[in-house]
């Protein structure tokens, strides 16, 4: 069984840059979400797609946007990169057929925006 | 809104030694309750979950108690080892229109010492 595999793990950018950040999805899992985590504190809830469409979104600007594939892998974006984005951004996987579905994460992307 | 609040870290300890990291929560509703650790450098493990009142989460030796008449999901373990040295997150799962998403408290980190 392959877990949730996320690249690059480490990405440095420049403040008003665009970033992409990917995630493969643990096999046979439909439903991916994406999270923030700040140094120094819990995991916030970015967005989760399913069949390829947003289905729910946090409390995030709209410059952070994502796609899901048909293969269920997915894709994070974030335009106009401000420092405050720096965080580690980490992709978890789940079954959308029970909502009390564990979710299995992947090591993260760290992000530093400078 | 919905909440989750955890003691404050770091919590350090002698290996063999008793561990409790108290969580309490806020949430409408009757959410299932996860605890999730966070080994250095790596992604969110599920450790253990509770999906209703009074259920007992229990692995690896650590177990947590569903209390919906304090809104409490307490973390303990009765021997501690240098292994166990990580941050521990709860974590509630709120379901909403089609979606659901993990509610993170800020961590506590422990750190054992032989």
């Known amino acids: 069984e392959t877990g949730v595999t996320q690249s690059p793990t480490h990405l440095i950018k420049t403040r008003g840059q665009q970033v992409t950040l990917r995630c493969s999805s643990q096999?046979?899992?439909?439903?991916v979400s994406w999270y923030q985590q700040a140094l120094g504190q819990g995991p916030q809830f970015i967005f989760q797609?399913?069949?390829?469409?947003?289905?729910g979104r946090g409390n995030f600007p709209p410059r952070f946007s994502g796609l899901q594939f048909p293969n269920y892998s997915s894709e994070l974006n974030v335009n106009a990169l401000e420092l405050d984005d720096s965080a580690l951004y980490l992709c978890?996987?789940?079954?959308?057929?029970?909502?009390?579905?564990?979710?299995?994460f992947g090591n993260g992307t760290r992000l530093t925006v400078t | 809104g919905d909440s989750v609040t955890q003691m404050e870290g770091p919590v350090t300890l002698s290996e063999e030694a008793f561990l409790t990291i108290n969580c309490t929560y806020t949430?409408?509703?009757?959410?299932?309750l996860f605890w999730y650790v966070q080994y250095p450098g790596e992604g969110l493990q599920l450790l253990l979950k509770a999906t209703k009142a009074d259920d007992k989460g229990s692995n690896k030796g650590f177990e947590a108690t569903y209390r919906k008449e304090t809104t409490s999901f307490h973390l303990e373990k009765g021997s501690v080892q240098v292994s166990d040295s990580a941050v521990y997150f709860c974590a509630l799962i709120k379901g909403s229109g089609g979606y659901n998403k993990l509610i993170f408290g800020a961590g506590t980190r422990l750190a054992v010492h032989p």
């Open positions: 797609y399913y069949r390829e469409e947003e289905n």
């Open positions: 949430a409408t509703g009757y959410p299932s």
């Open positions: 096999s046979g899992h439909n439903t």
């Open positions: 978890a996987s789940s079954l959308r057929s029970s909502y009390n579905s564990p979710l299995h």
